[in-house]
């Protein structure tokens, strides 16, 4: 998997996430509030970040403390999301 990258915002938080990482199962749960930009999902935060954490660490057998201790953190106070749902 590639190293997953967590943005924070003044308003929000988004976990980045190759689109080829998201199954399928995922993707047709994912709220409109994420955003897939070219090859990468935006999951915010409240719910569809969970999701696919919930996911993952089910499907890899790891805690999610310890994939949060994996995930690369950066604040961006002009990180802004454009596209299309999907």
């Known amino acids: 998997m590639e190293k997953l990258t967590f943005i924070s915002t003044p308003s929000h938080g988004y976990l980045k996430v190759a689109s080829n990482e998201v199954p399928k199962g995922i993707v ?21 970040c969970q999701l696919f954490l919930d996911w ?9 403390s310890d994939l949060w201790d994996k995930i690369n953190e950066v604040y961006s106070e002009t990180f802004k999301l454009g596209g299309s749902n999907g």
């Open 56 to 64: 993952y660490t089910s499907k890899n057998n790891i805690s999610q």
């Open 28 to 48: 047709n749960k994912i709220s409109q509030c994420s955003v897939k930009i070219g090859s990468y999902w935006y999951l915010e935060e409240d719910c569809d």
